[in-house]
């Protein structure tokens, strides 16, 4: 376990405190899932699997066509988050217009409601 430790950037003894820690923070375990390259959003739901697909390694170029192909990677990847952010806006603004219709209809029932009992 302590090339697993180290891989992941903590000490042995680091190691120890994490196990036993029951609020483990999720940033630890991605760093540990990316050390065994393990998959933990198959055993935690809401774990980012993003992240443990690629893990956040600096990589300078040495050439131009390297540059070049880190750019239109980056230039990907930006694009399908934005894709991913434009349709959790959709979904979320469609949620807010169901929420206020329903608001609305329950205003409207309890307002009819108050003239029945009168």
């Known amino acids: 376990m302590e090339i697993v430790a180290k891989k992941a950037g903590y000490s042995r003894s680091t190691y120890y405190t994490h196990i036993r820690e029951p609020n483990l923070d999720w940033r630890v375990l991605e760093r540990y899932g990316i050390a065994l390259q393990y998959d933990f959003t198959e055993d935690i739901p809401g774990l980012s699997k993003y992240a443990l697909q690629e893990p956040h ?22 694009d399908q988050l934005n894709d991913q952010y434009k349709h959790l806006i959709e979904e979320h603004n469609q949620l807010h217009n169901e929420y206020d219709q329903l608001k ?12 029945r009992s009168q």
């Open 104 to 115: 609305n209809e329950y205003i409207q029932f309890l307002k009819n409601k108050n003239k």
């Open 57 to 78: 390694i600096r990589y300078t170029p040495r050439t131009f066509e390297e540059a070049i192909k880190q750019l239109d990677e980056t230039r990907n990847k930006y």
